[in-house]
């Protein structure tokens, strides 16, 4: 509606023949502080555009004065060009766009061969977003990647070809090969790296996204006017290159994303002041927004990665070629194609197993080295070509998108009974943003993500801290199939505050937590057993380090039914003090999307108790 009414204001203004009026109505106009990004206004500070390039301003004070950037940007484009320099609407597309529908001049014809180039391969163009799905190999992936995705209509071209060929815009930090990991955290938590768009064609961001980290792509098709694409179409032209502050929570992926598409959504998609956003966020501020009347969204893709692919093919099998396709392959190193269960089936059914074999032979290939897996490929694609043509077509598991699935922030209310402290009421707070009870694929399956949990015990002794996770994250790192696989790593880090022990409200001690193991599918049941140590306080405890052991298990009983049980021993050498052995049996029930029921019974050397809550998502 703001938007609407100051550009009445200035229509009305330039009516009148006040242009001094006209141009305080257009420097003051939403668009016009998109098309500068200018949207860094801090408390204790000016506000200014979110672009450090000088080369993106005209006047010599445009990153802070908006208007004066604008009288600016009208003089440069009523000039005529000159030879040798590229005219302000060459540089400036959007801009002179936007300025030409508000005020109906018309500016000087220029040639622009770098935006004539850009104009005829996306004119037209469908304008969406890939969504990335979390890879924890990287923190700041951790919750997903977002990228811009202009899609390319080519009628002489199939669409998965097609799609290819279209043009990915990424935005992301320029962070140097060899920096060091906690020089990598330090920056992109306070500040040092600048950001920017680059442009690729798409197969090299499926290439590195869904072939080699095995991530999930999402596309996120958007529903905009004609004039609307023309004109964001035109400002990614002007943006990309250009250097943007950088932080991981708040200045990343989606936050400029969302400013970017925030030149043609009147809607706010993100929060403007938020402590974090993240590309979550922005993906659900897409499924409710609307432009002119109409849904934003227009409809959603899944693009499967290789490991998904693979568990697909595999799970597809009927029970003897799922017994072939193992007895051709027993071990990461040894293939037998003479093997009794693939030799007796017909050979369009063994053309069926040894296509699931490729196919996991190529996720294996990108998952890790293995000298002699080229030569193991080989063997099976000469094993392949013997056998009848043509691949069946694979059947999609089903996949909820990401902006239907779970919401990652939740308030929890629980009742629990603790046999020595008796019966308390808990609240758990977490804004970010799933645990191993609650994960799906849509995230990352069999793994936990929390930021900044807080549990709070309200007994008759008032509130009491019982946990405060700053980070707890888990990768379990399960096998999907049970085909031969490189070696992996489940593994488990988090800091925070606890309890010391079970029976002492107020026995809060500090602990940074790293563990390493193994985990393995067995049908359902998903056993690990892990080791490592702990670093933690002295306050209620002895030894400032403990070695540490954990084994457990997650069970999927349905779609919304999944238990964890965990055992944990802890000893510090230092006596009784500094031994600690817990366990917790906890049990999920979703009720839908956005509601759980949670059960929990847990204890330690000193006590036990037992609990009952709800969940609320958000």
């Avoid at 860094?40 to 006047?59: C, K, M, N, T």
């Avoid at 850009?118 to 977003?129: D, I, N, T």
């Avoid at 995230?443 to 509130?463: H, K, S, Y």
């Avoid at 702990?534 to 084994?551: D, L, T």
Wanted: aromatic residues 8%; charged residues 25%; glycine residues 8%.
């Amino acid at each position: 509606m703001r938007r609407l009414l100051v550009t009445l204001s200035a229509l009305l203004f330039l009516h009148a023949g006040s242009a001094q009026a006209a141009d305080t109505a257009l420097s003051d106009h939403s668009r016009w502080s998109s098309l500068l990004h200018f949207d860094r206004d801090g408390i204790f500070s000016e506000p200014r555009s979110a672009v450090l390039d000088d080369a993106f301003f005209l006047a010599e004070d445009g990153q802070y004065d908006p208007a004066a950037e604008l009288a600016a940007t009208l003089a440069a484009l009523r000039e005529a060009p000159e030879e040798g320099e590229v005219h302000a609407r060459c540089r400036f597309p959007a801009r002179a766009l936007w300025l030409s529908r508000m005020t109906g001049e018309q500016w000087p014809d220029a040639e622009c061969p770098e935006w004539e180039s850009w104009q005829q391969k996306h004119a037209g163009a469908e304008v969406g977003l890939m969504f990335a799905s979390g890879y924890l190999g990287n923190p700041a992936s951790f919750f997903g990647h977002l990228m811009l995705h202009l899609e390319r209509e080519d009628d002489e071209q199939d669409a998965t070809m097609s799609r290819l060929l279209d043009t990915s815009l990424n935005f992301g930090a320029d962070v140097p090969e060899d920096e060091g990991l906690a020089t990598y955290m330090a920056k992109g938590l306070l500040g040092g790296y600048v950001a920017r768009y680059s442009r690729a064609p798409f197969y090299r961001n499926t290439a590195l996204y869904s072939e080699r980290e095995m991530r999930d792509l999402w596309h996120y098709r958007l529903s905009l006017p004609e004039a609307e694409r023309e004109l964001l179409v035109a400002h990614l032209f002007e943006v990309i290159g250009q250097d943007y502050d950088y932080l991981f929570l708040t200045e990343n992926c989606a936050s400029r994303i969302a400013r970017t598409l925030e030149l043609v959504v009147e809607e706010d998609l993100t929060p403007g002041n938020a402590p974090w956003v993240a590309p979550e966020t922005l993906v659900r501020g897409l499924g409710e927004a609307e432009v002119e009347g109409r849904p934003l969204l227009k409809s959603t893709e899944h693009i499967p990665s290789r490991r998904l692919q693979t568990e697909w093919r595999y799970h597809d099998l009927a029970a003897p070629e799922q017994k072939a396709a193992r007895a051709v392959w027993p071990e990461i190193n040894r293939l037998d194609l003479l093997a009794a269960p693939f030799r007796q089936l017909p050979p369009k059914r063994q053309a069926t197993v040894l296509d699931t074999l490729l196919g996991h032979a190529a996720f294996l290939k990108q998952t890790g080295d293995e000298p002699g897996l080229a030569e193991r490929e080989r063997q099976l694609l000469q094993a392949r070509l013997k056998l009848p043509g043509g691949t069946e077509p694979l059947e999609p598991g089903e996949q909820v998108p990401l902006h239907k699935a779970t919401p990652p922030a939740l308030v929890r209310v629980e009742g629990s009974y603790h046999e020595a402290l008796g019966a308390s009421s808990r609240l758990t707070l977490r804004p970010l943003q799933y645990d191993l009870l609650d994960a799906n694929s849509t995230r990352m399956p069999n793994a936990a993500l929390e930021i900044g949990r807080i549990e709070v015990d309200l007994g008759d002794d008032g509130p009491k801290l019982n946990r405060l996770e700053l980070f707890h994250v888990t990768n379990l790192h399960a096998r999907s199939v049970p085909l031969p696989a490189l070696p992996g790593m489940a593994w488990h880090a988090s800091a925070g505050i606890e309890r010391s022990r079970l029976n002492c409200r107020d026995c809060l001690d500090g602990h940074i937590t790293l563990l390493a193991g193994k985990s393995h599918r067995l049908g359902r049941y998903l056993p690990f057993a892990m080791v490592g140590g702990q670093f933690r306080s002295e306050r209620h405890q002895a030894g400032p380090v403990a070695p540490m052991a954990q084994v457990g298990a997650l069970s999927d009983w349905s779609v919304n039914q999944r238990t964890l049980l965990q055992f944990t021993h802890s000893n510090s050498l230092q006596g009784e003090a500094g031994r600690r052995t817990q366990w917790r049996l906890q049990h999920r029930v979703g009720v839908n999307n956005a509601l759980d029921l949670r059960a929990g019974v847990e204890g330690d050397d000193t006590a036990h108790e037992v609990s009952l809550g709800v969940s609320w998502y958000f």
